[in-house]
């Protein structure tokens, strides 16, 4: 099994969660599977520790990656924890010792070394000394200029407008006229479920020099249409 290609254009691809499509989303594996290929960035969902370390899962426990064996909460537990806990494979299997909840530090080292665009989604509501913390950390590792930073919360969002200037994407479930002026008065590029995307929502940010990312997407067939949309980016588990 491989990624699935289609005719993307000019359109910036990004592995959701890692290729999830292929290896244990949000673990090393998976983004070492897009590091190898051509994807322009990596998306990946970061946590806050109960020791006050990042580590990089999507849901609030790891009971749905590891069928049902693992219900621990991950803000309630140390990264040492965390990363002592060896994930199934995508099949079930518990052969490989490589599948674990990865720290930052560790997604940002393998975007670096593989020229990737860490795509970062900030999953909870984190506070100002949380987040500066994380650019901190990113900062040592010389790669705060290989990140786009995402969140569904606003205040998250406005936080890092005041510490970096890097890129930011406000990701949105739906698209509103008050989304939109908000995205403008702060330069929020978007980040939208895919559905809720139109060509004439694409020309509207792009009048204002704003760009739009569109998540998940899995059928050749719309990815090509929301190409010939005029998308910056396409946010996939499976398509390259």
């Given at each position: 099994m ?6 993307k254009?000019?359109v ?17 594996p998976?983004f070492l599977?897009?590091?190898q ?7 990946t969902?970061?946590r ?8 990089l899962?999507?849901?609030g426990?790891?009971e749905?990656?590891s ?10 537990s ?14 079930g ?5 490589d ?7 560790e ?8 020229d990737?665009?860490?795509?970062l ?6 506070t100002e000394?949380?987040?500066a ?28 407008r ?16 008050s989304i ?5 008065e702060?330069?929020f590029?978007i980040?939208?479920a895919a ?5 004439e929502?694409v ?9 739009v990312?569109v998540?998940t997407?899995d ?5 090509e249409?929301?190409?010939e949309m005029?998308v ?6 499976i398509?390259?």
């Open positions: 491989d990624t699935r290609k289609f005719n254009g000019n910036k691809m990004v592995a959701h969660r890692g290729v999830s499509g292929l290896e244990r989303e949000n673990t090393v998976a599977a897009a590091g290929r051509s994807y322009y960035g990596v998306e969902d970061v806050v520790t109960k020791d006050g370390k990042f580590a899962h999507h849901d426990t790891p749905r990656v069928n049902g064996k693992y219900k621990f909460v991950i803000e309630e140390t990264l040492s924890e965390l990363q002592a806990t060896v994930l199934p494979d995508r099949d299997s518990e052969i490989r010792q599948i674990r909840i990865p720290s930052l530090a997604y940002v080292h393998v975007c670096k070394k593989y990737k665009k860490c795509v989604e900030i999953k909870t509501p984190f000394e949380q987040l913390r994380m650019v901190e950390e990113i900062k040592e590792q010389d790669y705060l200029d290989g990140m786009i930073f995402i969140s569904f919360y606003a205040d998250n969002c406005k936080i890092l005041k510490l970096t200037d890097n890129k930011i994407q406000f990701l949105a479930a739906e698209l509103t006229d939109f002026e908000m995205c403008k702060y330069r590029d980040d939208d559905g809720c995307m139109t060509k929502w020309d509207k940010f792009h009048a204002e020099g704003l760009e990312n998540w997407v059928d050749p067939a719309f990815g249409r929301l190409a005029g910056d980016y396409i946010t996939s588990n398509l390259e």
